[in-house]
C-alpha cells in the first residue's frame, strides 16, 4: 500500500481530477475541486449520525437513493460548510448540481455535492459556479491532479491525506484510491471528516455499499479525537468498473475488503495523527471482551475520558484512570477481572496495581505512537480504537478562536 | 440560607464533630474526620454508579441495608481512597469501622465509612486506627469543630464547602447542614464527590431516602465538569430527630425538600466553582423539551462537549458547535426549531445565526457565571445543569501530575 503525498499512488482508472481557486477561503488556497467519472460508475455513501446535517448532506443522500447509486460526479467545495444555513443553504446546493449536471451533460441527481468549512455562513455558491467551467476544462487523470484535489478539500489540516493500493484477479489489476480531509479534532466553526474512495472494480451500489459498511466500522467508526460528531461527515465509495474485475466473486470480494480496510485504517491513522495539538497516538486494543460491540463500548469511554487523555500527554501511566472508564462504560464488568497493560508492560493486574519499571513505561509512553492493553476477562471478543492525548496545546488553539 | 466557610452555621442537634492528623496525606495537614450521632439517628445514601467501585463504598451500601438505615457515627479519611486495593482493601475498612464502633459502643454496621485520595495504594490502616481515640475524645459541637471536619475531608480542593440553613415548623426549628468535598475535575488519582448533610428532622430512613434522590437529580446530577464518575461519589443525609420535628406531616416535608434543595444547589455550585483551572461556570437552561429527561439528556451531551468547553474557555459564542452537540445527543430533534441566547442575547433562531452585538455577548460570557439558553421547540418541559469551561490550565494541572 502506498500513503502520504510523497508515495507514487495506484490510481484507478475511470476517473478525472481537478481543482480550482474559487474564493471562498480567505488564504485564497484552493477550495474547490470536482471528480468526473467514467459513465455507468456506481457510487455507497455513508453520513454523519448528527440530527443537524448540513445541506450537502440531506442532498447527496437524496440524490443517490434517486439515481439508485450512480454518480457520474463529485462536487466538493471547503471553507464553508453549507451548515445551518436554513432553506437558501439547499438551494444553493443544489444550483451547483444542477449547473455541473448541465456542464457535465448528466442527470442532477447523479451529481454528489460535498462541503466543509465555516458553519452558520451562506454558501458563497455564485464563486463555486463561476469556476465550474474550469474545473471540467481542466481535469486530467494524473497523480498531480490526485495531489491538487487532495489539497483542495482541506480546511485546517496540516497534510493532505491519501492511500492506495492494488491487487490482481483474473489477470486484470484492480487500483484502489482514498482521499480524506479532516484533522482528528472538529475545529472552531470548521467541522468535518470527509473521505473519497475510487476504485475500477465493477460492483453494484449495494455490494459497495455492505462492504465499505463493514470496513468503517472498523475503521472510520473506531478512531476519537474529542468525541463530537460533525455535521457534514461523509464516506463515498465510488466505482468506475474500468478494470473489467467483478466484485461478485467471492475470492475477489475477499480481496477487495482486504485491501479497502487497509485504505481506510491507514486514513484513519492519518486523520488522528493530523489532531491539532496531539503529541501522541494511542491504540486502545480492549481484549477478553463477550462480543465486538461491548470491546467497542469500552474503547469509546476510555477514548473519550479527559482524565485518561490528558494522562496521556502528560506520558503518565495512570491505569486508575483507565481502570475508573472501564467502570463507567455502562457494562456490567467484574474490576477483579480486569488486566491493563502500557505497551507491553503489566500495570494492573485483575483490578489491582502491578509493580512495573516506570521508567521503561514513561519511555514507552513518549513514544508518538503505541499501545494500550486492557483485558476484560469475560470472553473472546476483542477491538482496536484509535485515540489521542489532550494537550494544552489543543485547548489554547480551540479557546482562543473567536467569531 | 448561609454557605462557604466565613458565614455563621446553623448547627443541627444531635452531631458532634473532630478531626485530626493521622499522617496519611505526605503534606501533614487533617487527613481523617469523624461525626458522632445521637443515638437512634437514620440516614440514607447515594453512591456512584461506576461499576469500579471502592471499599467504603462496598462496605457502607452493605452495612446501611444490615443496620436498616441506623448511622451512629461516620468516619472519613482523605488522601486514599482505598479503591482498587482489592480484598486486603475490605479488610482494612471493616478493621476501621469495627474498631470505631467497639470504641463508640456502637454496632459495627452503624458505623459508615467514606475514603478519597490515590487510588490502587493500601489504605494505611493503623495510622487511621491510631488516631480513633483521639478523635472521639475530641468531638465537639462547634463551628470551629465543624470548619475543621470540612477541612479534613478535602484533597486537591482549593477550599472547604459548607451550606447550611434553617426553617421553622410547629413552632420548632429545623437546622440542616451540608458538607462537601470535590473540585469539580476529578484529579490525577485523587478523585471523588463526597456530600454530607446532617439535620436534627425526626424521618424514617425511606422517607429521607425518596427526599435525598430527589433532590440529587436536580442538583448533584445535574452537574459536569469533566464527565468522569468517581470510584468513591458518596452522598449521605443523617437525621438526628433532635428538633422534635417530624418529616411525616406535608408542610414540613415541603419546606424540608425546599430548604435540602438549595444546600445542595449551594453545594454544587461550590464544587463545579472550584475546577481546576476553571474559569467559567456555566448554567445551561435547556427549555421546550418534550420531557424533563430529554432536556437533561440534550444539557449533559452539551455540557460534556469538547468544542463547547473549549469555546466557553475562550468566551466565544461559538453556538454552531451547540446546534451540532444537540444534533448528537441521541434525541430526535429538529434543528429548524432550536434557538440558543447566551445571557440574554438571541444567537441563533430557528436552527439559524441571528444578528447580535458580539461586544455585548463577549462582556457576558467574560463573567466567571452567565447563562445560555437552549430552546428545542417540542414542548414545555425544561432543565438546569452546571457545566464549566475547559482551560489549558486544567489540561497542564492533569497532564503534568507524574506518577
Redesign the interface.
Known sequence: MKQGRSARIHLPLGFCFSSAVAGIKASGRPDSALVEAAAGATAAALFT?????AAPVEVGRKFLARSRGRVRALIVNSGNAN????AAGLRHCLRVCSQASRLLRARTEEVFPSSTGI???PLPVEKIIARLPDLIANQARTEASVLDFAQAIITTDTRPKLASARFHARRRTVNLLGIAKGSGM?H??L?TMLVFLFTDIAAKPAELKRVLRDVSKETFNCISV??????NDTVLLMASGASGVSLRETDVQTSFRKVLREICRSLSEQIVSDGEGVKHVVRLRVEQARTRDEAVQVARTIA????VK??L?????????I???????G???D??RISIYFGGQLV?Q????HAFN?QHV?TEMSKPKYEIRIQLGQGHAACSYLTT????????I??????
Not at 83 to 86: L, M
Not at 398 to 403: D, I, K, R
Open positions: 449520525k448528527n440530527r443537524v446535517v451548515c445551518a444555513t436554513g458553519i452558520g455562513v472538529i472552531p466553526q467541522a474529542d468525541g463530537d460528531t460533525s455535521t473519550h475520558s479527559l482524565l490528558t494522562a500527554a502528560g506520558a503518565d501511566p495512570n491505569w486508575g484512570r481502570l475508573a472508564a472501564v467502570g463507567r462504560s457494562l456490567l464488568v474490576p477483579h494492573c485483575r483490578g489491582q496495581g516506570s514513561h492525548d489532550l494537550t494544552a496545546e489543543y485547548v489554547r480551540n479557546a482562543e478562536y473567536s467569531t
